[in-house]
């Protein structure tokens, strides 16, 4: 077996979270479908707007469950 691998062409930040892409796209594109779920009876659009919702609502069940900085949870 050979093993190869590349360089990074990007660089990756050293502060920051996931959620920081999800405020910013909330805030300068809010309108926008950034993704298309299965509603059951057909294909629904999720704006960033909407998204950026259920993430805090998440976040906010997480909390109320208990979780603190550092806790882990799987999603």
Request: hydrophobic share 45%.
């Amino acid at each position: 077996m050979r093993e190869f691998s590349t360089p990074l062409s990007i660089a990756i930040p050293t502060t920051g979270n996931l959620t920081d892409d999800v405020v910013a796209n909330a805030r300068e594109a809010g309108s926008t479908a950034v993704f298309r779920r299965n509603a059951g009876d057909g294909w629904v659009d999720v704006t960033a707007a909407e998204f950026h919702d259920e993430v805090c609502a998440v976040a906010k069940g997480l909390i109320a469950a208990g979780a603190t900085r550092g806790t882990h949870v799987g999603l």
